[in-house]
C-alpha cells in the first residue's frame, strides 16, 4: 500500500475505520510477539526449572508461555524452599556440634586446671622434699665435722 492510497483510504470514513482497526490490531500482534518474546528470554533463564504441558494445563488453565511461565516459577520456589530447609538443617547440626564441642572443651579446660592443681602441689611437695634433703645433708655435715674435731680431741698425744 502506497502512502497515497493510504491518504485516499482515510479520506473515506469506512478506510479511517479500517485502518485505525489495521493498526490496532497490528499494535496488539507485535505486544503479543514482544511478550511471548520476553517470556521465552525469562523460561530459558530457568533451564532446569519443571515446566511439563500437562502441569501447565492444570495449574494455570491454559498451556502457553503464560502458564509455563507459571508453573516454572513455581517450581524454581519450591526448590528454593527445600534448599532452605537443607540448610536450615545443617544450620541446626552444626549448632548441636558446636554446642557439644564447646563443652568438651569446658570439661577439656577443667581437668587440664585439675591437672596444673596437682602438678602445683607435686611441685612444692619436691621443693619441700628438697630442702629437707638439703637441711639433712647440713646437719650430717655438721655433725660429720663435730665428730671429727671431737675424735681429734679424743686422740693421744694431740
Known sequence: M??????????QPEGSLGLLALSTFGSLFIQQQQERQRFATLLKM????????????????????????????????VDLNTVLARIDDAAQTVSKQVIASLEMSEKSFDAMRQQQHETD???TAVH???????????????????????????????
Open 2 to 11: 502506497t502512502l497515497s492510497t493510504a491518504l485516499a483510504i482515510t479520506d
Open 128 to 158: 619441700e622434699m628438697n630442702a629437707t634433703i638439703n637441711d639433712s645433708l647440713e646437719a650430717r655435715t655438721s655433725n660429720g665435722q663435730a665428730c671429727r674435731k671431737l675424735e681429734q680431741y679424743c686422740q693421744p698425744g694431740t
Open 121 to 123: 602441689q607435686v611441685a
Open 46 to 77: 530457568m533451564p532446569s526449572a519443571f515446566r511439563h504441558p500437562v502441569a501447565s494445563a492444570t495449574y494455570a488453565g491454559d498451556s502457553g508461555l503464560s502458564a509455563q511461565m507459571q508453573v516454572a516459577i513455581r517450581s524454581e520456589q
